[in-house]
């Protein structure tokens, strides 16, 4: 009976030798050459099963016990926000997570949203990889070409080839958005730069409430859950994707990158979460920025000779605002304050789930709180839809007041029928102690974010503050040394920049241990830094950050800005933590030295030329496909705010070939067509080309401040029908142009009327254009648009097409006009 079995039982011990065989071969692989070479066959090949011999190929494997990584990153946040840091919002998770793990103190961003995710993920500096700026502003230099070359592998890519599962969710921001489509190209998608799954955002920012989504290579547009909320959702992704990942290969370690596209504007949440803050900001910013560091000087988050700097005149004094517009701004902070703890509540959903699947010890968990400091781009007042002031359209408080109740009232502030984003000032008081916030690389509140890290099995400290420099660039590093795998030397055969970063997991056992990242430059959009062994040089441009207005623009020409005299801010970080006296006069050495390693790192890292970002804006080449027509197609939808054609301040037009099949009438055929040709956005700022009631209409939003409808005097005739939507600029080229709107049917106008300002710039930072239906927020605002029509077109839409008239202006008018939409763009 044993006779049968024996030569199974033979080959089983082959397969467990050729398997012992093939664990020691990947053992010996050398790691700095990505990906692992193919595995030779170890086995015997004969004619016939006799002889032969069985060798398999194993998997690549992680290092033993390598730890499973969790990196969260939040969107527009101070250092002064959350409560672990001494702020006004309840962060419970973040609080646990320090209590259990490391507090530190003088952690380091680039002080804007894709710069700042370039350096975290690559490990290099952010120009270095073409970053310069955010992904939606292309230079014509390396530093700012947003083409993240191959030689810098992301940590997602050496993880993956080293045997991690790995996944992105939420916030991407590094890829153009006029690449967020289903032509691509995709080499900067996160699947391509190492996420096995990605599910999110891939633009800067997104609607909490009704977010354009994007799944792999792939937009899969507006969710249509009842009650959906982007927190929520990026937890429920979260927690599905690891349960999924350990349930096939539980002994496979993960590497999740949770980047929430809160806080930054729109700044959504749901009511209960605001309500919770109710009157805690009646006292105003420069108060609550008193009570704020005498906390953090309670926690010991900052030392006890840390002094609060001074407000800054583009700030108002608390007092001087009219007691109307107190009640506004106090509700803005509240609605931003229930948003950053609901995100907080997010994160904790996902830690909650890796403790309970008995994962928490082994998982190396950083969490980073803001990719740059607090946003003053709401500029003095506050907005109710935040694009306003991306179009650089800045409203008084008396318009703020007026367009506020005509969305509701107050109540409404932070809900899904406004764009809301707080005033200036609130981030100021958010960025406590420090100056300025998001996009003033040269001061602490636009650099510095509070980092709690928690590794149970390695971090035994419980509590404990870390003060060493480290910068965001260090994460990379670190995380490849807490894994036990190298940096690697060559990836898909192309051979690899250094990362520029360094690791810092000395610090998770040795509090005193010595900072290793002893020098870093800081530059955005002109404002720039120099920091060298706790000395560090500031200078920052004579602009206001939300003033990017033409006249402000225009002092920074070629010929006319001069960087070497800008003057120059130098601080001892070691001895005044949050900048607060100016020793520049008293150490005019130290002054020279630092300008000059500046200048040296910035050409080592491809930072010049300053400004490279925006040159356009002054007759440089702009980078452009030129095209000037575009065809859609029924059920094309979802179309990326970046890829929308560009028929902004300029004579256009939208034409549609349809068929009317009609329905029976008591006089016979009526028209039979009903619904959406082609929607963008919503009504917050968009238009939709429609047919309600048998006539053809069209309707304007300007960002919600006005909306413009023209309705065809007669019915559209049955079977083939074209219609057409002209606007003819009265100005082309020139900011938010005045114009002419008309309709017309088979070629006879129908329509006309007047839009006395248009969009300057774009509709919306993150809703799309659909054909044939509209998703989302409603482009037209009516109970008969969004209750009576059909939510797809009724009737056959062969193709849309937008034809956009050439610009033919002079070079100084086409100066100016790119002055006047780099104040907007910039923005984002």
């Known amino acids: 009976m044993l006779k049968p079995i024996t030569p199974f039982i033979a080959i089983a011990f082959v397969v467990v030798s050729q398997t012992t065989r093939a664990s020691a071969a990947n053992a010996e692989w050398d790691r700095t050459l990505l990906p692992r070479p193919p595995q030779p066959f170890q086995g015997v090949a004969k004619p016939t099963l006799e002889g032969s011999r069985p060798s398999f190929a194993e998997p690549v494997k992680a290092p033993p016990d390598a730890p499973n990584i969790l990196l969260v990153l939040i969107?527009?946040?101070?250092?002064?926000?959350?409560?672990?840091?001494?702020?006004?919002?309840?962060?419970?998770?973040?609080?646990?997570?320090?209590?259990?793990?490391?507090?530190?103190?003088?952690?380091?961003?680039?002080?804007?949203?894709?710069?700042?995710?370039?350096?975290?993920?690559?490990?290099?500096?952010?120009?270095?990889?073409?970053?310069?700026?955010?992904?939606?502003?292309?230079?014509?230099?390396?530093?700012?070409?947003?083409?993240?070359?191959?030689?810098?592998?992301?940590?997602?890519?050496?993880?993956q080839g080293n045997g991690y599962n790995t996944a992105a969710i939420g916030?991407?921001?590094?890829?153009?958005?006029?690449?967020?489509?289903?032509?691509?190209?995709?080499?900067?998608?996160?699947?391509?730069?190492?996420?096995?799954?990605?599910?999110?955002?891939?633009?800067?920012?997104?609607?909490?409430?009704?977010?354009?989504?994007?799944?792999?290579?792939?937009?899969?547009?507006?969710?249509?859950?009842?009650?959906?909320?982007?927190?929520?959702?990026?937890?429920?992704?979260?927690?599905?994707?690891?349960?999924?990942?350990?349930?096939?290969?539980?002994?496979?370690?993960?590497?999740?990158?949770?980047?929430?596209?809160?806080?930054?504007?729109?700044?959504?949440?749901?009511?209960?979460?605001?309500?919770?803050?109710?009157?805690?900001?009646?006292?105003?910013?420069?108060?609550?920025?008193?009570?704020?560091?005498?906390?953090?000087?309670?926690?010991?988050?900052?030392?006890?000779?840390?002094?609060?700097?001074?407000?800054?005149?583009?700030?108002?004094?608390?007092?001087?605002?009219?007691?109307?517009?107190?009640?506004?701004?106090?509700?803005?902070?509240?609605?931003?304050?229930?948003?950053?703890?609901?995100?907080?509540?997010?994160?904790?959903?996902?830690?909650?789930?890796?403790?309970?699947?008995?994962?928490?010890?082994?998982?190396?968990?950083?969490?980073?709180?803001?990719?740059?400091?607090?946003?003053?781009?709401?500029?003095?007042?506050?907005?109710?839809?935040e694009i306003t002031t991306l179009n650089g359209i800045p409203l008084t408080g008396e318009q703020q007041l007026k367009a506020i109740k005509a969305y509701g009232g107050l109540d409404k502030w932070g809900g899904p029928d406004m764009d809301p984003h707080y005033a200036a000032a609130w981030a100021w008081a958010g960025n406590t102690p420090f100056k300025w916030g998001k996009q003033v690389a040269s001061h602490l509140g636009g650099i510095r974010n509070p980092m709690v890290i928690v590794w149970p099995k390695r971090i035994k400290e419980k509590g404990g503050l870390r003060s060493q420099f480290t910068h965001c660039t260090d994460i990379a590093p670190t995380i490849l040394e807490s894994a036990g795998l190298p940096e690697p030397k060559e990836v898909n055969g192309v051979a690899q920049m250094p990362m520029h970063g360094v690791s810092f997991l000395s610090t998770f056992d040795d509090a005193n241990a010595p900072a290793r990242h002893t020098q870093q430059y800081f530059e955005i959009l002109g404002n720039r830094a120099m920091y060298k062994d706790s000395w560090i040089a500031c200078w920052r441009l004579d602009r206001i950050p939300w003033k990017l207005d033409p006249e402000t623009l225009a002092r920074f020409?070629?010929?006319?800005?001069?960087?070497?005299?800008?003057?120059?801010?130098?601080?001892?970080?070691?001895?005044?933590?949050?900048?607060?006296?100016?020793?520049?006069?008293?150490?005019?050495?130290?002054?020279?030295?630092?300008?000059?390693?500046?200048?040296?790192?910035?050409?080592?890292?491809?930072?010049?030329?300053?400004?490279?970002?925006?040159?356009?804006?002054?007759?440089?080449?702009?980078?452009?496909?030129?095209?000037?027509?575009?065809?859609?197609?029924?059920?094309?939808?979802?179309?990326?705010?970046?890829?929308?054609?560009?028929?902004?301040?300029?004579?256009?037009?939208?034409?549609?070939?349809?068929?009317?099949?009609?329905?029976?009438?008591?006089?016979?055929?009526?028209?039979?067509?009903?619904?959406?040709?082609?929607?963008?956005?919503?009504?917050?700022?968009?238009?939709?080309?429609?047919?309600?009631?048998?006539?053809?209409?069209?309707?304007?939003?300007?960002?919600?401040?006005?909306?413009?409808?023209?309705?065809?005097r007669g019915e559209l005739p049955n079977g083939k029908v074209n219609v057409r939507y002209e606007f003819t600029a009265d100005k082309p080229g020139e900011l938010a142009t005045s114009g002419t709107s008309r309709l017309f049917i088979n070629g006879k106008q129908e329509a006309e009327g007047r839009l006395e300002h248009t969009v300057p710039f774009r509709f919306t930072g993150y809703a799309g254009m659909d054909i044939g239906t509209d998703n989302g927020l409603p482009a037209v605002p009516t109970f008969e648009y969004t209750n009576v029509l059909p939510k797809y077109f009724k009737g056959t839409i062969e193709k849309v097409e937008f034809d956009i008239k050439p610009e033919k202006l002079s070079n100084e008018d086409l100066q100016r006009i790119y002055l006047e939409r780099f104040a907007s763009a910039v923005q984002n």
């Open 171 to 385: 916030k991407w921001h590094l890829t153009p958005d006029a690449q967020h489509g289903p032509a691509g190209p995709f080499n900067r998608w996160p699947n391509a730069l190492g996420f096995d799954y990605f599910w999110g955002f891939l633009g800067g920012e997104n609607s909490q409430f009704d977010p354009l989504l994007a799944e792999n290579n792939k937009i899969i547009g507006v969710p249509t859950e009842k009650n959906f909320y982007f927190n929520d959702a990026m937890a429920a992704h979260s927690i599905a994707w690891i349960r999924g990942q350990k349930a096939q290969a539980p002994e496979k370690p993960f590497f999740l990158y949770f980047s929430t596209g809160a806080s930054h504007a729109p700044h959504q949440v749901p009511k209960e979460w605001s309500d919770k803050y109710e009157g805690k900001f009646d006292q105003g910013w420069d108060k609550l920025r008193e009570e704020t560091f005498a906390r953090q000087k309670q926690l010991g988050v900052i030392p006890a000779n840390a002094r609060l700097t001074l407000r800054d005149p583009a700030f108002p004094d608390w007092d001087s605002v009219p007691a109307e517009l107190k009640k506004v701004y106090a509700r803005q902070m509240e609605v931003y304050a229930g948003y950053q703890e609901n995100t907080d509540h997010a994160v904790g959903r996902v830690v909650k789930a890796i403790e309970e699947m008995g994962l928490v010890d082994n998982t190396l968990l950083i969490y980073i709180w803001g990719d740059n400091g607090a946003s003053m781009e709401g500029t003095e007042t506050g907005t109710f839809n």
């Open 557 to 712: 020409a070629p010929g006319k800005w001069d960087p070497d005299k800008d003057g120059c801010e130098l601080y001892n970080l070691d001895e005044d933590f949050s900048q607060a006296e100016d020793l520049a006069a008293r150490y005019p050495d130290k002054v020279r030295e630092l300008t000059a390693l500046f200048w040296a790192e910035a050409e080592k890292y491809q930072v010049l030329p300053l400004l490279g970002e925006i040159a356009n804006v002054w007759g440089f080449p702009k980078y452009s496909t030129e095209q000037t027509k575009f065809t859609y197609y029924n059920g094309t939808e979802n179309i990326a705010p970046g890829m929308v054609p560009p028929i902004y301040s300029r004579s256009y037009s939208i034409s549609a070939d349809l068929y009317d099949p009609g329905r029976p009438g008591a006089l016979g055929l009526r028209p039979g067509t009903a619904g959406v040709i082609v929607a963008e956005s919503s009504f917050l700022g968009g238009f939709s080309l429609y047919v309600e009631r048998g006539h053809l209409k069209h309707t304007y939003s300007f960002l919600g401040l006005k909306l413009d409808t023209i309705t065809s």
């Open 75 to 159: 969107d527009d946040a101070g250092f002064g926000n959350p409560s672990t840091f001494g702020g006004p919002v309840a962060t419970p998770t973040l609080d646990k997570l320090a209590a259990e793990g490391l507090r530190y103190n003088r952690f380091h961003v680039t002080a804007l949203c894709s710069p700042t995710r370039a350096a975290l993920l690559s490990g290099r500096n952010h120009h270095a990889v073409g970053f310069g700026s955010i992904s939606e502003l292309i230079g014509g230099w390396p530093g700012y070409s947003t083409q993240w070359p191959t030689s810098a592998a992301s940590i997602a890519q050496i993880l």
